[in-house]
């Protein structure tokens, strides 16, 4: 390069711009990526953001030749900010009023592999709702750091008015052909204008500076400007696609992580503007850049699908299974705000006028979205970050149980009062399904329990089986009074139905609490803990079952247990005393053998990325000695408890290179459940981890011929050759291991497997001999933050900080099932079935108080099975209701939805919820659907009658 003095160099004649034939446009993007918390605390990085702010304001004040300035993609800096700074909200605002500061569209950058769909829509709205009063967010699908991104993303972008998306991470080969600017194409045929920052957010950090360090004070390097710029006309201006004026676009952006303003890009810019010869330097926002190029007539080539590859930077799918513990309170958090407390909400609200908790729910998402930023969720911060995310789980927690116990007690109140003890069973899912209750249902004291069944609203006995009764004496021997004559339901997601320990426990609490109110009573009450069968809860409704005097029917298809046998309509399972089972599934008369063998293997990674060591062996579980114990059988459900040991070596040594030799033991508990109809088998897995530096996995493999596996993402399945890329001179070579939400299968002509977890991320599937092998990742317990000697990876991915807490050591308890099928996974609508495992039927004693709502409802009926409702909730800015459904097929699907009270109007909204057009309802109550495949579509509907007291 020539050095150019910009001491000596003179302007050439006339105006510069006007004479030169301009074959580059720089467009430089002055901005920060701030990092809420990673290797820092957020009150420490706080602090800089506080500093950063204040010169931001100064600056751009001062300085109207700095134009712009664009605040991240994340609107949570300013809450951050203004609770430190409240006297500064007028000068924020106006400077992001008159468009010098860009914010927004998100309310955080969130990883989008390892949070629901759901989150990423309520990300967005409540971004848009703290951006309003500062004059809006940026109309730009901003995320320039998360590790890949899901194939709906420019669907739920379209949703919110974003045409566009700018991104750093996640192309692989296709990127050649590509370019930087391309069509990406969502699987339901919704595109936006992709921009790849191919070099990444900080290609123009620090322009004129040798070091990214900040600069402050000292004067940049012209010389190195120029070099700057006419080195990115030939990287990026190879790959940057030509106008139809045949200039060619280039993003610049000016800054990086937790980087301040590089004040003097006012001088650096003029000055290149000057000198280059046939480019025009011009500073500008990310809006600003998006609409010049959808001017420009760039012609587009379409990418379709997820972008989850590592040709230019990494994609640590590492994280996938980093600190899971985070991961699944984070999951458990998000199914109870989603899928239950808020379609119980509406439910009670639509009905009764009930307290429908929408502004409380509205405060616990904000909450739990302070978790989900990308380096929060993955578990790739220091220690202290990953603490400070769990009063916020709670936070979140607390109101979505509270929520749901409040719903529950009002619904048992206001029942039309039964003659008999009765429990109302609540389905908070939209769609009718089976199910095995369990109650405790606590009964005066002259009640024969000699001969009772459960009868349902419609006088039909259903199959029940008593467990157990106890006398209630209370303490002192008082009974308990018939206005506390109700036990606490499950009040939470992360109780499995099936839990009886949890419930006794519960009802003991209950007891004691009682106790503080007593009064006499001659007779000890009865508690009866019962078991009966639910043909079909009623799809996001409930029904009441009261206790009679008669003989249970008997159940035509039980489950049936011989030795260690147990089988249902569905299947037939044999457990062994390691944990594995052999299946035999009736309809495809398939076998599958051995499943559920736990593999640990060292890892010698950190939190982005697992890592092998040479040498090393897996460790299994197979053939291991364990306690097999049946704990409970009855026609309609059967337990089975195995416990054993896995000894695994103490940790890795590094000096040694091989996995210590010293074994701990580490004590694993299985409890598997099998319900006479559910065709999965449901898995507990409680594991004590004593040892370090490993991966513990669940394999399970199926005698299937596959090509591809299936995962459940954000309103999609995606589907993933087996076959992995070549991957040359990629930044990071594949890993074999694929995020999964929900749920992942394989199948072949006619049958399948499928495995639905809960708060699990990341599978992987290979070819063994006869099949295919499915392997769960539970945990990965390393030590630090990032290495830079791993074999996964090239260098490292952060500061090369000690997290002795990624251990993870200590108790877990790990939730599964795993399912064979008939038929294709997407005629069965497997995001279904998976919340059909994953969220359990609510129940409550109901109170007796004397309502008038009668012994069942159902709130709406949707078919055919494709539909998939994701959300009913309360409008954000309205008092009406919100459905959200998407089609999970490949196939256009026509059909209804039927809400279960009149409705006056109906409109389809988009994902901000804003009316897009009003739309037809027939009878009060049905709305004719008709969707292509994959389109996520979301109705208003306003209620059609007064409610009185409401
Ligand atoms: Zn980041």
Redesign the pocket.
């Known amino acids: 390069m020539i050095y150019t003095s910009p001491y000596t160099h003179k302007v050439r004649k006339g105006s510069p711009t006007a004479a030169k034939k301009v074959r580059f446009k720089f467009h430089v993007v002055s901005h920060t990526?701030w990092?809420r918390e990673w290797y820092a605390s957020f009150q420490q990085y706080r602090l800089r953001l506080v500093r950063l702010t204040d010169r931001l304001i100064d600056l751009l004040e001062r300085t109207p030749e700095f134009r712009f300035f664009v605040f991240d993609g994340q609107t949570i800096v300013l809450e951050d900010y203004l609770e430190i700074r409240p006297e500064n909200r007028e000068r924020l605002r106006n400077l992001i009023q008159a468009g010098r500061i860009e914010i927004g569209p998100w309310y955080v950058?969130p990883d989008e592999f390892l949070v629901s769909g759901e989150s990423l829509i309520r990300n967005l709205i409540v971004g848009q709702r703290v951006g309003a009063p500062f004059g809006g967010v940026m109309k730009v699908g901003y995320s320039p750091?998360s590790f890949g991104h899901v194939a709906q993303l420019p669907q739920i972008l379209r949703g919110f008015q974003i045409d566009n998306f700018i991104f750093t991470r996640g192309m692989g080969d296709e990127q050649d052909h590509l370019g930087t600017e391309f069509l990406w194409v969502a699987p339901d045929g919704s595109r936006v204008l992709a921009v790849n920052q191919f070099k990444s957010y900080c290609n123009g950090n620090q322009i004129g500076f040798e070091t990214t360090q900040e600069n402050a004070g000292e004067s940049p390097r012209f010389d190195l400007v120029v070099d700057f710029f006419k080195q990115e006309t030939q990287t990026l201006g190879a790959l940057t696609k030509p106008g139809t004026d045949d200039t060619r676009h280039l993003l610049i952006n000016n800054g990086c992580?937790h980087q301040e303003p590089q004040a003097d890009m006012p001088r650096i810019l003029a000055y290149a503007n000057n000198v280059l010869q046939d480019s025009q330097v011009e500073q500008t926002t990310y809006s600003r850049y998006v609409h010049t190029l959808r001017r420009a007539g760039l012609s587009l080539s379409d990418w379709l699908g997820e972008i989850h590859s590592g040709k230019r930077h990494f994609i640590l799918s590492g994280v996938l299974s980093s600190r899971v513990n985070l991961k699944q309170k984070n999951d458990a958090i998000e199914t109870l705000l989603t899928y239950v407390a808020e379609p119980l909400g509406v439910l009670l609200g639509q009905l009764t006028g009930a307290e429908n908790y929408a502004g409380f729910l509205q405060q616990a998402w904000k909450t739990l979205l302070k978790n989900h930023p990308?380096?929060s969720i993955c578990g790739c911060s220091i220690d202290q970050v990953h603490r400070d995310m769990l009063p916020r789980f709670e936070e979140a927690q607390q109101i979505g149980r509270l929520a749901l116990a409040s719903s529950l007690d009002f619904l048992a109140s206001r029942l039309r009062r039964e003659r008999h003890a009765s429990a109302v069973v609540v389905n908070t899912l939209a769609f009718a399904r089976p199910g095995v209750v369990r109650s405790v249902l606590l009964v005066p004291p002259d009640t024969s329990l000699k001969e009772i069944s459960l009868v349902d609203a419609e006088g039909k006995a259903v199959p029940t089986h008593v467990i157990k009764t106890r006398a209630l004496y209370a303490q002192r021997g008082y009974a308990l009074p018939e206005a506390f004559l109700r036990v606490s339901s499950q009040a939470s997601s992360d109780v499995r139905p099936l839990d009886y320990a949890a419930k006794r426990a519960q009802l003991d609490v209950d007891i004691a609490n009682h106790n503080l109110n007593v009064h006499t009573a001659q007779k000890p009450w009865k508690a009866v803990e019962l078991e009966y069968l639910v043909e079909q809860a009623p799809a996001a409704g409930f029904r009441v079952y009261a206790l009679h005097q008669q003989a249970s029917p008997r159940l035509k298809e039980g489950v049936t247990v011989r030795g260690n046998v147990v089988e249902n309509k569905f299947m037939r399972v044999k457990f062994a005393a390691d944990g594995t089972f052999d299946l035999f599934h009736k309809a495809t008369k398939k076998e599958y053998r051995r499943l559920n063998v736990l593999e640990d293997t060292a890892d010698l990674g950190d939190e982005y990325d697992y890592s092998p060591a040479l040498k090393d062996k897996s460790l299994w579980s197979r053939g291991q000695r364990g306690k097999l114990k049946i704990t409970h059988r009855s026609p309609l459900a059967v337990e089975v408890e195995i416990a054993g040991t896995l000894r695994l070596p103490v940790n890795f040594d590094r000096k040694r290179k091989r996995r210590n030799a010293r074994l701990v033991p580490c004590p694993v508990q299985w409890k598997f459940v099998i319900t006479a109809v559910s065709p999965w088998v449901e898995v507990e897995l409680k594991f004590e981890n004593l040892a370090q530096d490993h991966r513990l996995r669940v394999h399970v493999p199926a005698p299937l011929s596959v090509q591809q596996t299936l995962a459940g993402q954000a309103f999609y399945t995606a589907p993933r050759p087996l076959k992995m890329p070549a991957a040359k001179d990629w930044m990071q070579a594949p890993s074999p291991t694929m995020p999964m939400q929900n749920f992942c299968a394989v199948e072949e002509a006619r049958r399948g497997l499928a495995i639905f977890v809960n708060g699990l991320y990341e599978y992987e599937a290979s070819k063994i001999t006869g099949g295919v092998g499915l392997a769960i990742t539970l945990l990965r317990a390393v030590g630090w933050l990032s290495r830079g000697d791993l074999a996964t990876r090239r260098k490292h991915a952060g500061p090369f900080y000690a997290t002795p807490e990624a251990q993870c050591l200590g108790a877990h308890t790990f939730h599964y099932a795993i399912m064979p099928y008939a038929g294709a996974a997407e005629k069965l609508n497997l995001a279904n079935m998976a919340q059909a495992y994953r969220v359990p039927l609510f129940e409550e004693q109901c109170t007796g108080a004397g309502g008038n709502l009668s012994g069942q409802f159902a709130l709406l009926h949707c078919e055919p099975a494709a539909l998939t409702v994701t959300a009913i909730k309360r409008c954000e800015q309205r008092n009406t209701t919100i459905v959200r459904l998407f089609n999970a097929s490949t196939e256009r699907v026509r059909g209804h939805l039927v809400w279960g009270l009149p409705i006056s109007h109906a409109w389809r909204v988009n994902l901000a919820e804003e009316r897009l057009e009003e739309i037809s309802v027939y009878s009060k109550a049905r709305i004719e659907l008709d969707f292509p495949a994959w389109r996520i579509v979301t109705i208003e509907l306003e209620s059609g009658r007064k409610i009185a007291g409401a």
């Open positions: 990526h990092d950058l750091d992580d990308h380096d």
